[in-house]
């Protein structure tokens, strides 16, 4: 473990959650290419190409709750298993419930759960656990965020190699540019709807993801 993951664990150990082992829960493990992480869904993958490894996506959801984790989880399933590396939870607004997670398929010793109050220990520890290499993927509710905390976290993502997950409600600001991919979710009767308002390197539209009817086990609690 690098330095900097290391003086997150030391110096936040009332607010960092550590997810435990819960044998009997396996899934298969899509990988990505260099540029792109498979969703494991056909519909996402066929709207988004996949999600930016390396980068930033922004995702606004018009209610919170909709679905907005349940879109990640396949890739997250597939990161816990294939590397040996954190899936890092930043001030999630409600606990991740392991029971859940273990279903779908993540392996809980790969979780670790953030709370730092300060806004600074917040922009802290989001810079140091993207570039410090040690985290596959950073889920995150940052703070407001200026051009340069936003430069300063894209290229920290890039150079850590990490798939970094913001979430905001509709309205709230947006990254000027910085992201490498930008979505919108509504709730809809066949799943989530899911507009893309900016991909790098690709054309904004519009889809429908079907969420599957069995997963009803809520993710957070």
């Not at 960092?16 to 540029?35: C, K, V």
């Not at 709207?47 to 209610?63: A, H």
């Not at 917040?122 to 340069?148: I, K, N, Q």
């Amino acid at each position: 473990m690098k330095p900097a993951l290391e003086s997150l664990l030391r110096e936040h150990p009332r607010s960092l959650w550590r997810g435990l082992h819960s044998p009997g829960y396996e899934a298969t493990a899509r990988g990505g290419d260099s540029a792109l992480l498979k969703t494991g869904q056909e519909e996402l993958d066929r709207l988004l190409g996949g999600w930016p490894r390396g980068g930033i996506t922004e995702i606004y959801s018009s209610t919170p709750g909709i679905g907005e984790l349940r879109l990640l989880l396949p890739v997250l399933a597939s990161l816990s298993q294939q590397q040996k590396r954190w899936i890092l939870w930043v001030t999630p607004p409600y606990l991740p419930y392991p029971p859940a997670l273990a279903a779908a398929g993540l392996r809980l010793e790969r979780m670790l759960c953030l709370h730092p109050r300060q806004r600074q220990d917040r922009l802290w520890a989001l810079e140091s656990a993207l570039r410090s290499g040690t985290c596959s993927a950073v889920l995150a509710w940052p703070p407001p965020l200026d051009t340069t905390a936003w430069r300063r976290l894209q290229l920290a993502a890039q150079a850590g190699d990490t798939a970094a997950f913001f979430f905001f409600n509709e309205g709230e600001q947006q990254g000027a540019g910085w992201a490498a991919l930008r979505l919108q979710l509504h709730p809809d009767r066949r799943g989530v709807a899911v507009t893309v308002q900016k991909r790098r390197g690709g054309m904004p539209g519009r889809g429908v993801v079907s969420l599957p009817e069995g997963e009803q086990l809520p993710l957070a609690i």
